[in-house]
């Protein structure tokens, strides 16, 4: 898991063009000089197009979903239409990952489900810190409110459902209860797996979710206390009215679909726009993927968040991943050259 999370300053930013930039840091680039281009599923990628590309404004862009939604025509449809443009020069990209946690859990406490979700408290003050994840947790500050939407067995797994900032629960019946971010305790997230590493417990390739996870079920005292070195403290909703087996819901207020979305930073790559991916590491990816998603931890030009799915799986790919590589987001024409021009 990326210490991202939708979940810490989560907005639905819809900006609709890169800020001005210097010329240098533009670069438009042929279809051709993208690694894997021709190999790749366009149908896909439209198809998950098609889920957002009516929100973000101006005409280009309505006028493009239109046609896509009319003519279709996968990779024919990119390359008539967009030109790939290189934003932040010879910067090399980072690539994580992120996923939709599955936990196991009960509308009502009983001796298995002790650890509850809470709903944000309508006392929670705009703009400023509140209590910290510590005094929450210590002090009992949310109980006997009636603000538990549902309770889990693992608290470790509850920590990083809240660094996600959404997920699915499990209830006993089989039923399924999704439950989104709704604000958090106005702390900044302070990441405990950079707290093992400064400790001299691991080193930093040695750290992802699963390593953490152990580390904090393997010392019963210590485990705890590391996780309260976070003090952002997260508040879920209900999320209702979407397809269980369809993705959370983006920033953009659509589910996002497990390996073609991604989460950017909004001043750079516009929200809805299709963007080609060349991640490297372990496990290349070669895609084209569409920015549907934001972060907090998502910040710069070559920045970008893969979703990975729900459940474990999806968390063990996710956790691993921290690549480099390089994006090229696909501008429509006009805008794509207008922006070569600063205009």
């Known amino acids: 898991m990326t210490p991202a999370g939708r979940a810490i300053g989560l907005a639905a930013l819809l900006a609709a063009a890169a800020p001005a930039l210097a010329d240098s840091d533009f670069q438009i680039l042929s279809f051709d000089q993208l690694d894997g281009w021709a190999q790749d599923d366009h149908a896909a990628a439209l198809e998950v197009f098609l889920n ?3 929100i973000p404004d101006g005409p280009e862009w309505q006028g493009l979903c239109k046609l896509a939604r009319e003519k279709g025509g996968g990779r024919s449809f990119f390359e008539l239409f967009f030109r790939p443009v290189l934003i932040g020069g010879e910067e090399e990209a980072l690539f994580t990952g992120y996923f939709e946690p599955e936990l196991r859990g009960s509308l009502t406490r009983t001796e298995k489900f002790r650890y509850p979700l809470f709903a944000r408290p309508k006392d929670l003050p705009e703009g400023e810190p509140w209590a910290s994840r510590a005094e929450i947790e210590e002090f009992g500050l949310l109980d006997g409110r009636g603000l538990e939407i549902a309770w889990v067995e693992d608290p470790v797994e509850l920590f990083f459902l809240q660094i996600q900032g959404s997920g699915r629960i499990r209830l006993p019946g089989g039923q399924l209860l999704r439950v989104g971010y709704d604000g958090h305790n106005g702390h900044s997230y302070r990441s405990v797996g950079q707290e093992l590493i400064r400790r001299g417990i691991y080193k930093a390739h040695q750290v992802s979710a699963e390593v953490i996870k152990s580390w904090v079920r393997r010392n019963p005292v210590e485990g705890p206390r590391l996780l309260r070195h976070n003090p952002s403290f997260v508040f879920f909703r209900e999320v209702t009215g979407n397809d269980p087996d369809s993705g959370p819901i983006g920033a953009m207020n659509r589910p996002v679909t497990a390996g073609r979305s991604i989460a950017v930073d909004p ?39 893969i979703f990975f799915g729900t459940g474990g799986t999806a968390g063990r790919a996710a956790g691993k991943t921290r690549d480099p590589g390089r994006m090229i987001v696909l501008m429509p024409i006009q805008r794509a050259y207008a922006m070569l021009d600063g205009e």
């Not at 001043?267 to 290349?284: C, F, M, S």
């Not at 990816?285 to 970008?304: C, E, N, P, V, Y």
């Open 267 to 305: 001043d750079y790559t516009p929200l809805g726009a299709p963007v080609w991916i060349e991640k490297g590491g372990a496990e290349p990816m070669h895609r084209l993927m569409i920015a549907q998603d934001t972060g907090s931890a998502i910040k710069g030009r070559q920045r970008a968040d």
């Open 52 to 54: 957002t590309c009516d």
